[in-house]
Each structure stands twice: as C-alpha cells, then as structure tokens.
C-alpha cells in the first residue's frame, strides 16, 4: 500500500460521514482556536454549547480579551480544569497585545502562546493557515497504530516523535487541514477504542490489526496512570434546619463548587481522633456517620464519609474560612455542588 492510498480513503470517509461542526466551516483562527481549546478533555457533545455560549458572548478575541477574567471563568463553570480557561484568557490578551488581534500562522509560533500545545498548534496552523503539520492525539495515536502495526509504546517518551514522523508521511500538502480532521474523525467514530467498526472500514484490506485480528491489542500502552486515593470526612454540621457550607478555592477539584467542613487525611483514620484533633469540631456532640462513598476521578479515587453535627451556636471566629456559611435547603438546591455532595443530599431525602 503507497501513502496516497491511505490519504485518500480516509479523506473519502470523513465527506461522506463527517459531524457538521461550527468550527468547521471557518477559516478563522479565533474560533478554530477556542474550539480547540474547549474540546480539550471535553466531548463534543459536552463542548459545543459553551462553544456557542463564548462566541456569542465574545464575537471577537478583542472581547474576550477585554472581559474580566472573573466572567470569563463564569462562562466557563459546568466545563472543569478551569487552568485552560484562565490560559484562554491570558492568550486572547497576548494576541491583542503582542499580535495586534491576529494569531501567528506558524506551528511554531503558536506554540509559545499560553495553553497552546503541539497539538492545538498544529490543529490550528493546518485548519486555519493550511501549514503542513500533522496532529497527533489519541485518536490518530489509534488509528496509525493499528492500521500498521506500529508497536511502539505510546507511554514512551519516543512516541510521539515516532508517529508524527508517520503522519508526515501521510499528509497531502495540498490538503493538510482535511487529512488531519478526517483522521481524527476517523478515530472518533469509526476506529472506535472498543468495538471498532472494522466490517464496514475502507481500510480494512489494508490493516494490519485487522488482518491479524488483534485490534484490542493496538496502540501499545504499558506505563499506568498512578491513582491517588484521598480519604475525605464530611462533617455535616446543622444549625436551624441550615447547614455549613464552603466553597472550595485554589487549584484542587472541583473549584468554586461547595461542600461541607472537610477534614482530609492521607489513610483512613479513626473518626474520634479527627475529632479530639480538631479544634472547632471537639466543642460539638457528633451525630451519625454515613458507610463509605468511593468516588473514582480520573487520576483520584476519593473514599468519603458523612458525619452529621448539631451545633446550637457557633464561634464564628473558629470558621477555617470566609466561605464558610450556612444555607438553607432552598439555597443549596440552587449552590454547584459535586456530584458525591449531591449523592449523599439525596440518599438522606436532603434534596
């Protein structure tokens, strides 16, 4: 099989079965370059209204720059790793600044711009400025691997400079920015992780996994993603039908979200010497503690206990935060709150 051949039929699949995106009808570098950064670990399902959302409310990258960050991230709240919303922020401003509202139109260049990776430089240097460079994310990873049989750990740190060397092969210079997106759609809907659709794939006479029946066994990863277990106790503290809430802040899970007074330990421990050890619970009598509630993030398994407190009166000044406050049940229903608060909420017919 020439490269052509493959080029060719994988550009074939994506016109005929290609999803009709909004960035995909432009050329334009701004919102070739939000779409991409929305999408980043975000389904596109998922990542298409706020898609809709940010280029209404910023037609521009001189209105995104121009709005505080404080919106921005509001804008934002649902989607999660609010890094790459601060990162959106502080490149729109770069751009207006330093480019005078143009994006650079070199992979190259764009790669010095903040949030901006190898692969989002190369997806929008071939989408918006037709530069010949290849994308390469875990769907072309997939895809290249199986298709010939390219046992190279993708773990490795050789990897990605092994496949992007393939996809140079690959790519049509005529036609960079459809080969890169039929490819990836390829992987997305077709190429699938499990169950691809192989009976009814134009490359199949050509694929090794295929020939070999080993798909599953395609792309090679052997390092393991260490998980983090965390022990988490909620301490459900009550006053007046209210309870304490706080809304979590910095740079750990779930920002801007609320929960309640959390102690947090490296291994699991004995309910009563969190108790004694903590200076603004050892004034209180505890209630009842929930079973375990395991939560399982992407790098962090969370085992999670509820720990009910009637409290008569508070020291307001004992409060390890500001955002400590307490709400009633109408205003929680209506606070962000993670998944594993709400779980619990509703198990106790709280909401």
Known sequence: MNQKYFSTKIIEWYELHKRHLPWRDTSDAYMIWLSEI???QTRVSQGLPYYLKFINQYPTIFDLAAAPEQEVLRLWQGLGYYSRARNLHRCSKTV???YKGFFPNTYKELLTLSGIGSYTAAAIASFAFAEVVPVVDGNVFRVLARHFGMETDISSASAKEIFMAKANELIPHHNPANFNQAIMEFGALHCLPQNPKCEACVLKKSCVAFAEGNQSLYPVKTK????RKRYFYYFVIEQNKKLLMQKREGKDIWQGL????????????????IIKEDVFLNRFSVGDSSSIYKHVLSHQVLFARFISVEAKS???????SDQQKFYSR????ELPKPVL???YLSDINFL
Not at 258 to 269: A, G, N, P, V
Not at 314 to 320: G, S, V
């Open 38 to 40: 929305i999408l980043q």
């Open 96 to 98: 207006v600044e330093k």
């Open 224 to 227: 393991k993603i260490k998980i």
């Open 258 to 273: 609320f929960d309640f007074y959390l102690i947090e330990t490296k291994r699991s421990t004995l309910l009563d010497k």
């Open 314 to 320: 508070i020291d307001k000044n004992l409060l390890k």
């Open 330 to 333: 109408k205003q929680i229903m």
């Open 341 to 343: 608060v709400t779980k």
